[in-house]
């Protein structure tokens, strides 16, 4: 019987993660993808993240419309608390996927915008300008994200 619910463990384990979307590498130290996504933020993102990426005044309080405004990007911000594959899917299709029924949010979906390959740029971009120990963190998080589809 143990066996059973393992195997059966096992196969669900299996689809979940053939199920998972596919993320390009996001690398802060591939120099010419940091490049490419200097300029994406400062075409995309810069407008409400913010040119050094220090998003919106008072970013944590909520406006007359009940939505948030656009975080930090930098290491003050909370960006660097979710795994690549998370930052990649809202850049890509907006919050609606990973927020509570109901959350507004000016985040625009990429998707149809910027290639995969572009989004993954943008990140490895914002992710280098991370001080080393806040890049070390958000790699674990990106690293116990992907072994077990949780955030610690």
Known sequence: MISVAAGLAAAGA????VQRKYVPAISADD???VALGAS???????????????????WQQRQA??????PPHDATGHTWHHPDEILFGITKNGMAPYAQAGYASDMPAFAGTLTDDEIAAALAFIKSRWPAEIRAR??????????QGVVP
């Open 31 to 33: 120099a010419r993808q």
């Open 65 to 70: 419309n009940g939505r948030l405004p656009a």
């Open 138 to 147: 958000q790699a674990h998080i990106t690293e116990q994200w992907s072994d």
């Open 14 to 17: 299996a689809i979940w993660l």
């Open 40 to 58: 994406v933020c400062a075409a995309r993102c810069a407008q409400c993240h913010g040119a050094n990426l220090e998003g919106q005044p008072n």
